[in-house]
């Protein structure tokens, strides 16, 4: 059974770009999660997510941000205008319901 | 609101000493602790998870124990080795609110 997959796995993206991250859940997984580490800093929540819901989002950022969990297909957290202070590594987690939560590798952004 | 601390944020230790990281935390209304070790630049690997329900888990040299009612839990890592050097991340899953709270980390370094 494949862990939680993320892709890329690094990112480089200049000012005014956009960044689409993508989390592909464990086999049976239906409840995504993504969260941002910043330099130096611990792993913040960002926004709780179930297929086609979003269920908590209240660690995102209210501008820019926004975040996907579709029928089919991986979620995507997608990041529009990137600046300088949205490098950091991204972590997507996956559940089967309100359970354990199972942390993929991360990609990190970084913002030229 | 939940808030995860561990101690010490950094440690150096010679090879071959056991060793003791804390974490504590404010609100007991847990559903599960975890433990992840972080290498720099990589993503997170789950050590222990203990269920509220439970006090300890044991793993190979690793040891974390759990007191809900003090918030508190620590991991005890024994003869400790250079390749134990990493970052270790307390992890909190707050069932109610669906998302885990971390700490910002101890930074252990240990000294061949």
């Known amino acids: 059974n494949a862990g939680v997959m993320q892709n890329p796995r690094h990112l480089v993206r200049r000012r005014g770009q956009e960044a689409r991250l993508r989390c592909s859940p464990m086999?049976?997984?239906?409840?995504v999660y993504w969260y941002r580490q910043l330099p130096e800093e611990g792993l913040k929540f960002m926004v709780y997510l179930q297929k086609e819901n979003i269920i908590d989002e209240s660690g995102m950022p209210k501008e820019r941000f926004s975040a996907e969990f579709p029928k089919e297909g991986p979620s995507i957290l997608r990041i529009q205008q990137v600046v300088r202070g949205d490098s950091a590594a991204y972590f997507c987690?996956?559940?089967?319901?309100?359970?354990?939560?199972?942390f993929g590798p991360g990609t990190r952004l970084t913002v030229l | 609101k939940q808030e995860v601390t561990q101690i010490p944020a950094a440690l150096s230790v010679p090879e071959g000493e056991n060793l003791v990281l804390n974490c504590s935390f404010t609100d007991s209304a847990i559903y599960n602790l975890q433990w992840f070790r972080q290498d720099p630049g990589k993503g997170l690997t789950s050590l222990l998870l203990i269920q509220s329900s439970q006090r300890e888990q044991t793993s190979g040299r690793l040891n974390a124990s759990l007191d809900k009612s003090s918030g508190r839990s620590t991991l005890y890592i024994a003869a400790s080795q250079p390749g134990d050097s990493a970052t270790y991340l307390c992890?909190?899953?707050?069932?109610?609110?669906?998302?885990?709270?971390f700490g910002a980390g101890t930074r252990l370094f240990v000294k061949a």
């Open positions: 086999k049976g997984h239906s409840h």
């Open positions: 987690a996956s559940s089967k319901g309100p359970d354990t939560q199972y």
């Open positions: 992890a909190v899953y707050v069932g109610g609110g669906f998302k885990t709270i």
